[in-house]
């Protein structure tokens, strides 16, 4: 179909009919449109988009609540839009407002001006802003020094990744309510100032203000310069804590007209951002003061709280010290379960004890969802629970929480996986007339605990699902059971006649069982299954008969040998034609049919020898299918021929006739060949491999007389079991693979044959056509050349056929090439039946020029054409395992091999003179 398609798109492109060209109507497809933010979104929001065009995407615009949004277009892939939600309409105030919902819609144009809107494809999009939490973390003075007539202020870093700029700004107390800006830098890392000229009787106050790419800013609070007379300030030497109570300790004062300390206190849960007073001291030997932690309003260690002092002289003249905090109150350490031991009732859980002092107690989680514990004791490290299902595994987190609500889970939960009973097996099954006998392997101590029961079950298949239950035992400590043979009405148990399979399952508490293997009621008392024989590859005589061989059954309890028939390799619907060896002298020792008469439809034909012993017990052999081995020949003229590839093509002249096989040779034609010459060989194993090797004395070919390879058997689908041979099934008629030259040689020599040239190949492959392929050309009885030839006795060449030029392609429909999709595709040995590619099977008739057929695809044949170097024979028409582009499946194609080489993908085919 391939190359009538090919030829229909030749037709039609010689034509001179303009063309015309169709207008582009169709709009753009909208994929996708995404933000990069959840909702309520913040500051910069990316809108990403995915759009494809049957032509070309000319541009996109960026629509909100209906209306083109800000002239936003976007006319290169891949295609986005950076929303700024923090811009101010002309009056001051934010475009966006907090809380209102927007809808957000693309309009995609391509280069035809069709247009599509987003919400045509997928839902709208809606986002709402929230740019509250927008500004920059709030900034620290950390410290205002003053020394030589100049304030240094320093101040703590800003590490936010949208930073912009700090603005340091002073004023002077007495003078100017006006502030003034002294410093504004980009440089991030620029958190301190020298502030010059500095009149060190009079304040100064600063703050510092950071200010990011959005315009939101934050600012410190306002820190006192320090002024003359001032006392020294003081800092906070600790801040420790216990669980009712956090104390902060400071340096003592060195004034000597001191007055008080001030401690002020901050944390993040104040609302504004002004610290605030706590204590009070005038006993400058106070040096601490303690607060009282207050969960329910946020006072606890587990949050930053900030502390400094203040201390003032009798002038009221005072001064800060640095502001310090604590370290945060840790997550408790987790804990690990260490054991849990079980039985059917209760279950011991057990853990490490927590070495931390504000642990209040653990939290037992089943599965990672549901609670099924907690413990109000840090120092307990086990716990009774009633036990869980355990039908299926579970498994047991621990929480360990401290006084501040603090939790932390084990890093691995503990799985409890209740495990199957350690698997029953029958240790002996003995029978006699009377009574049969089961005895089975003792429980396991550790499974007696949780015992339920056992069961044995039976079946006449080994399949279990085709077993019932037959007995039931409670007692944990049985181990054998013994019941009649027959029921109480008489009736037999069990037919003997037919296969008997018994399997014994322990179940537990938890209904979790173990079952045995099938174990067959012939199985412990010596008794074993007849085994199958192999049938040979029939014998053909020559008054149109043929009979079957197999090897000999070493079978004691032997009965008969059964011929079976059957049109169908699966034996389906098989018919008993003769029964061998049963009350008869030869008995086992006949290992050969009758003579059965060829019929006329015998290639549809299958056989196979069941060997069956005196229990009536059974196997089957291989199955072997009628398939003559006489060859086909074709007649090839003298005279002019094609030869070459297509830039050296090439006229020869062939002086005489000749004929050359219509197939390549058969797996079952050459061990007709084996059979006759079996003696000149050798069959022997060397490595992994089963060979024949032979004695090559034909000096005329330029080789010296010696032992040679001529076949390896794991090449092909032959097999040797040491008295005879037999073809995997299925595969009589296949081509032969695994030969080498030297064999090809020999067996061409002992037929009065020879392997074909090159040149003779290429001619019967091609004759005058300069194709690539063998099909592509077919010459009529009257000089004239078709194409497409018709199935049957003789080729068909009428005017309906003559299409010149033939179409010259490989395809599925007419090659066995690798991935060609035909029924043998997936065997490592991917063959297909001689002459598959006949018209049939939905297939094309695929002969060569002068109605050969195999010869582009298959198997590569060997040639008698030795390569320029002279240390390799030429291979022609490719194989199963080419790909389809591959040259060596042309007609002018080859490979090179060297002669004792053997490959699963060459074989042969013979010329006479």
């Known amino acids: 179909m391939k190359f009538l398609l090919l030829f229909l798109t030749i037709y039609l492109t010689s034509c001179d009919n303009p063309v015309t060209e169709e207008k582009d109507v169709s709009p753009p497809e909208i994929i996708s449109v995404q933000l990069n933010q959840e909702n309520p ?3 910069i929001v990316e809108i990403s988009c995915i759009v494809k065009d049957n032509v070309e995407v000319k541009e996109l615009h960026l629509w909100l609540d209906g209306e083109h949004y800000n002239n936003m277009i976007d006319n290169s892939a891949p295609y986005r839009f950076d929303l700024n939600t923090t811009i101010n309409k002309e009056d001051g105030n934010p475009f966006f407002i907090q809380n209102v919902v927007y809808n957000i819609t693309i309009k995609a144009i391509d280069i035809s001006d069709n247009y599509s809107f987003s919400d045509e494809f997928i839902s709208p999009i809606s986002l709402s802003v929230d740019n509250s939490n927008s500004a920059p973390l709030t900034p620290q003075i950390i410290s205002v020094s003053y020394s030589n007539g100049m304030n240094q202020i320093s101040w703590t870093p800003n590490n936010e990744s949208d930073f912009k700029e700090y603005i340091l700004k002073k004023r002077t107390i007495t003078n100017s309510p006006n502030w003034i800006t002294i410093l504004q830098t980009n440089d991030r890392l620029r958190t301190y100032y020298e502030d010059i000229d500095i009149d060190p009787f009079t304040g100064v106050e600063y703050f510092v203000r950071v200010i990011d790419e959005f315009g939101y800013h934050s600012s410190s609070e306002i820190v006192n310069s320090v002024v003359e007379g001032s006392p020294e300030p003081v800092n906070i030497n600790s801040i420790t804590y216990s669980i009712e109570e956090m104390t902060v300790s400071w340096d003592k004062s060195n004034s000597n007209d001191f007055k008080s ?49 203040e201390v003032a002289d009798t002038f009221n003249l005072s001064n800060m010290g640095l502001p310090s905090t604590h370290n945060l109150d840790p997550y408790p350490l987790p804990v690990v379960i260490d054991t849990v031991v079980y039985n059917t009732r209760n279950m011991l859980v057990t853990w490490d004890v927590t070495t931390e002092n504000d642990v209040i107690g653990y939290e037992i989680i ?3 969802v549901e609670q099924y514990a907690f413990i109000n004791d840090f120092s307990t490290n086990y716990i009774y629970i009633d036990s869980p299902d355990l039908s299926s595994p579970i498994t047991f987190d621990i929480i360990t929480w401290d006084y501040w609500g603090q939790s932390t889970p084990n890093v691995h939960g503990y799985e409890i996986v209740n495990a199957s009973p350690i698997v029953p097996n029958f240790e002996n099954i003995q029978f006699n007339p009377d009574s049969i006998t089961f005895t089975w392997s003792p429980i396991a101590i550790i499974d007696t605990f949780d015992f339920k029961n056992y069961k044995i079950y039976h079946s006449i298949t080994p399949n279990f699902n085709d077993a019932e239950e037959e007995f039931e035992i409670t007692n944990f400590s049985r181990n054998s059971l013994t019941v009649s043979t027959k029921f109480n009405d008489g009736q037999p148990r069990y037919d003997f006649i037919q296969n008997n399979y018994f399997w014994i399952k322990t179940t537990d508490f938890w209904d979790k069982s173990s079952r045995s293997q099938a174990s067959h009621l012939f199985e412990y008392q010596g008794y074993s299954l007849p085994e199958s024989v192999n049938l040979y590859s029939p014998y053909f005589t020559m008054n149109n008969s043929f009979k079957l061989k197999w090897a000999m059954s070493d079978n004691e309890d032997f009965s008969h040998y059964s011929v079976l028939k059957s049109n169908n390799i699966e034996m389906d619907d098989a018919i008993e034609i003769d029964v061998y060896g049963e009350n008869d002298l030869l008995g086992y020792t006949q290992v050969e049919s009758q003579l059965y008469q060829i019929e006329i439809d015998e290639i549809s034909n299958y056989y196979q020898v ?24 074709i007649e090839i003229p003298s005279g002019e021929y094609s ?23 058969t797996n079952v034609q050459y061990v007709k060949y084996l059979r006759e010459h079996i003696n000149n060989f050798i069959i022997l194993n060397s490595g992994n491999n089963q060979i024949i090797k032979g004695y090559f004395d034909h000096i005329g070919e330029g080789f010296f007389a010696g032992e ?7 090449n092909s689908r032959i097999l040797y079991d040491g008295n005879d041979f037999m073809i995997n099934e299925g595969f009589e008629n296949h081509p032969l693979t695994g030969i080498t030259w030297f064999g090809s040689y020999q067996y061409s020599y002992d037929n009065g044959l020879q392997i074909p040239t090159d040149k003779e190949w290429e001619k019967a492959a091609r004759g005058m056509s300069a194709s690539n392929y063998p099909w592509s050309q077919f010459l009529c009885s009257d000089g004239t050349v078709a194409c497409d030839i018709l199935v049957g006795e003789e080729f068909e060449c009428s005017s309906v056929e003559l299409i010149m030029p033939c179409s010259d392609v490989i395809s599925e429909l007419n090659s066995n090439f690798s991935n060609s999709n035909d029924p043998w595709e997936g065997n490592y040995l991917a063959t297909t039946p001689i002459g598959y590619y006949n018209g049939q099977n939905s297939t094309i008739n695929s002969p060569s020029h002068y109605g050969a057929y195999d010869m582009s695809g298959n198997v590569r044949e ?6 320029d170097g002279g240390s390799r024979f030429l291979v022609k028409g490719g194989s199963y395992s080419h790909s389809q582009n591959d040259n060596e499946l042309k007609t002018w194609g080859f490979g090179e ?8 993908n060459v074989g042969l085919r013979f010329v006479k003179y």
């Open 261 to 309: 300390y001030t401690l002020y206190h901050w944390n993040e849960n104040f609302l504004t951002e002004n610290y605030e007073v706590i204590a009070i001291y005038s006993n400058e030997n106070i040096l601490s003061h303690s607060l009282n932690f207050e969960v329910n309003q946020g006072l606890t260690p587990t949050i930053q709280n900030w502390f400094k002092v």
């Open 41 to 43: 979104v913040a500051q």
């Open 610 to 633: 069941v060997i069956t012993d005196g229990y009536n017990m059974s196997d089957s052999s291989n199955v072997v299918r009628i398939w003559f081995d006489d060859f086909e020949w």
């Open 366 to 368: 089943k599965d990672g």
């Open 708 to 714: 040679k390879m001529y076949f390896n058997f794991n």
């Open 643 to 665: 030869y070459g590839t297509p830039l050296e093509l090439d006229t020869l002249f062939m002086e005489n006739d000749y004929e050359i096989l219509k197939y390549p040779v």
């Open 897 to 904: 091999i060297q002669p004792e080489q053997s490959y699963n």
């Open 862 to 867: 060997w040639t008698e054409t030795l390569n």
